[in-house]
């Protein structure tokens, strides 16, 4: 969420400075303070500065403090009218009562990130139009029930992450309206069955994830179009296990994570028909041979389990796109391991101790346009990466040291990197140190002469990843001037 909007900040202030735009003036004068559109970010500040009013300061509905030592929000220190509000990573210990009085009816955002707060802000209760709270990391502890009351008639999202409550969150029953709750990072909360049972239509997103369960909240039994469930970190026996799985509504479940829970097999999934995006990562699964999964899958982490080959299960999932197998004890990967995984776009097997990898030990992954396999026992370059077919390609095969770079290259490679030309590119070096593009364009180097390379193919092109940095700042530039224009357009 605060990635893409900073992505959209830098953006529209990149765009601002190539319109000049007219006689507005942003309502905080601090260097580090910048107004793009109809919002402000401000960062590294340890107070907030005077707030500029009057005719010509700039509206602003987002303000967004980010990384500084803002410990108190007062009276009047923000622009009046926001709808969003950010502060990440401030000690914030105090928003006086007051402070957002000025924007009352149109705040619906409020985010505070890494902050000091002791307990939810008094100022909440000024606020008409509050639909979205997001609290990560503060030492909060005792929730204010007269705050809790006022803005659970209205909120639909509510995220209380690592901020020490504990026990039985009984005043969640004030909260009638809510699609998304979470609650993870706490440690052992009590989900109130009446809670789960009032909210079983609207739920769509629950996050429990590290709140110390060791069984099901049985209200989970009535929810009845929950979307999202996240579960990680809590240990649960595989008795708890099954029962989530018979769960009936959970048929409509997309998206389910049991990272960290302790699971010792893979389970029948199968009755998840509509999943999408499983996440089974650090657990003790070491058995290829079990388990179902359902079909629909498209996006499936096993990472950090046991596994010594590839689940069997996960090779006849044929819309998978994104694969993780990382951090497992994968050895070997025999000819036509991924043969049905022909939409496989991401493809993780980096950090197993794999040592053998049949000539077409990759054929069928047409799609393929991430693969990572490094910190693997590999000796030298698989002859089997020839299979990979989508014309644009990262293989990222870093942090193997003894990864030999020979000048007599296979002809299958030559004939596969002459054909991606420059469109192909590499992570990692051979142990020579030659970083494998180079290889790959240029030849190996010749032992004994570290300076000089040595060209095997004359058909290839120069330099493909520099001219893929140099193309890629073009187009960002581009797309800056194409919006400028947009933007002169409008004036
Ligand atoms: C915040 O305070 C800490 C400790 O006083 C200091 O190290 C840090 O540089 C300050 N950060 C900013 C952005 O002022
Ligand atoms: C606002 O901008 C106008 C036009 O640029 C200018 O004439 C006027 O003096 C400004 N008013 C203030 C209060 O700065
Ligand atoms: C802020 O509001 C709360 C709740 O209404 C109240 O208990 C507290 O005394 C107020 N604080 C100040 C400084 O007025
Ligand atoms: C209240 O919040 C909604 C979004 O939930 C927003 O669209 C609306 O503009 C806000 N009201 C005001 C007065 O800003
Ligand atoms: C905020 O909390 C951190 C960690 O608990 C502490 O180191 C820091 O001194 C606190 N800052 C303020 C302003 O209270
Ligand atoms: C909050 O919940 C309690 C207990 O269920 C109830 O008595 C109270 O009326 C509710 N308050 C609001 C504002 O809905
Ligand atoms: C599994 O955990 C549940 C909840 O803690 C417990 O009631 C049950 O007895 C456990 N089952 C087994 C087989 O250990
Ligand atoms: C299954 O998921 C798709 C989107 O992924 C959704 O459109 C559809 O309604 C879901 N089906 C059920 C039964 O929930
Ligand atoms: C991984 O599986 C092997 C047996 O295949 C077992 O000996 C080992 O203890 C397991 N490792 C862990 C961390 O459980
Ligand atoms: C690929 O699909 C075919 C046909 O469904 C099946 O016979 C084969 O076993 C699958 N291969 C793998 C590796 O799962
Ligand atoms: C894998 O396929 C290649 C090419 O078809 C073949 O030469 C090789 O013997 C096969 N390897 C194994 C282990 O079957
Ligand atoms: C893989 O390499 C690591 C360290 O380089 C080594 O400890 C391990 O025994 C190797 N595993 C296999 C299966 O060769």
Redesign the pocket.
Known sequence: MELTRNLLVLMCIGVACVVHSTAQICPYKAETCQCAGDFVECSGLRDIPPVITGTNVTRIKTASFVRGNITTVTKNSLPQGLQELYFSNQPLVQIDNNSLDNSADSLYFIEITQANLTALPAALLKLTNLSILYIDGSPIQKLDLAVLQHIGIKLTELHLKNVGITGNVDWLSNFSVLRILDLSENNRIIVPDTFLSSVRSTLRELSLASVGLTALPPGLLSLDNLDKLDLSGNKMNSSEINKLLAIPSLSKLSSLSLNSVGLEHTFNFSSLKNLTTLDLENN?I?NPNEGLLPPSLSSLSLAAN?L?SIATVVLGLTNLYRLDLSHNQITTIPNATFANLTRLTKLYLNNNPIKTISARGFSGLVSLDYFYIGFTNLTEIPVALSDLSNPTLHINIEGIPALSCPCQRSQELDTWFSKHNSSLFFTGYCSSSQSLDRYFVQGCIIPSETTTTVPISSTKGTGNAPVLEISSSCTFVSLLLFLSQIFAGLY
């Open positions: 003790n070491s046991n010594t």
